[in-house]
């Protein structure tokens, strides 16, 4: 049985390990706050991005030609745009991201493409995917938990890059969307070539409202340049929104993390310190019994 001193040092040890947690969870909950502003502030502009499309993409009629819309017949190669974090301490956060990334992977290559790669966005994505022997086209790393609208145009570009270079045929976007504090989905999207529905009216589906009014309106340029244009800020809004999705699910899953880590550590705590009171009890018994044997003794 450990004696009490050594118990009262793990106490000591545990409660510092608490305080840290808790500091933790409170950092996690004031950065947690703020992500969600900036997803709040993103969404009116991305809703009046799509409907501008729709509009564009109406009065376009024929979409043929528009790189980034022409759904390619090559199945040579595929990229996996994977967002994680940079940091650990957040659950299964991260695993459940690479693990998705992974099952895209291999639809991809039952879908037939001879080859997959991956572009890693935070430190532990990437790092996961090197350890099991993935082939990283790029790493990106060091703005997962706050990240900008620059930071999303660089991996926009890339992507794109390498898309309308031919260097790859699709692009799927794999992240971590933010549900609420208690639940964030993984979510896999395809992101390149962009699917034709993202620019075109449901006007079929009784259940979606038209994103764009049926009112005559006039284009300058004309809509199919426009909407040529209007194509790569679009992909940087999407990934863009993906980061921010991304950096509030992190957040979100280090405060339940270390809100629970709190919580076993005060169980932990109570545990031991009943354990410590156990054996001071003890200790006290055996004197006494001492004591009486020795006065027996006496007698």
């Given amino acids: 049985m450990p004696s009490q001193q050594d118990i009262k040092q793990r106490i000591t040890s545990v409660t510092g390990t608490s305080k840290i947690t808790r500091a933790m969870e409170l950092v996690a909950s004031a950065k947690l706050r703020r992500a969600q502003v900036r997803i709040e502030a993103l969404r009116p502009y991305a809703k009046g991005m799509r409907r501008l499309m729709a509009g564009a993409a109406r009065r376009a009629g024929n979409l043929n030609g528009i790189p980034l819309l022409d759904e390619r017949t090559e199945t040579r190669r595929a990229a996996v745009l994977v967002v994680t974090g940079d940091r650990g301490l957040a659950g299964a956060f991260n695993v459940n991201v690479v693990r998705r990334a992974l099952q895209e992977r291999q639809a991809l290559l039952d879908e037939g493409f001879e080859e997959v790669v991956f572009t890693a966005v935070g430190k532990k994505g990437g790092g996961t995917l090197r350890f099991r022997g993935m082939e990283l086209d790029y790493h990106f790393q060091g703005f997962s938990s706050e990240p900008t609208f620059a930071d999303a145009s660089a991996v926009a570009e890339f992507v794109g890059q390498r898309y309308l270079e031919g260097e790859t045929d699709r692009v799927v976007l794999v992240f971590n969307e933010f ?25 079929d589906n009784p259940d979606t409202q038209p994103v764009f009014s049926k009112a005559l309106a006039e284009f300058e340029p004309e809509p199919v340049a426009l909407l040529s244009d209007l194509l790569p800020t679009f992909v940087d809004t999407t990934i863009y929104r993906a980061l921010l999705e991304s950096a509030a699910a992190e957040h979100a899953a280090r405060r339940t993390a270390m809100s629970n880590a709190s919580d076993n550590a005060e169980q932990l705590i109570a545990d031991l310190t009943l354990a410590m009171n156990r054996a001071r009890q003890a200790a006290i018994t055996q004197e006494i019994l001492e004591v009486v044997a020795g006065a027996d003794a006496l007698s």
Avoid at 180 to 188: G, I, K, N, P, Y
């Fill in 179 to 203: 549900k609420s504090l208690v639940e964030q989905r993984v979510t896999a999207e395809q992101l390149l070539p962009v699917p034709r529905e993202v620019v075109e009216d449901d006007d």
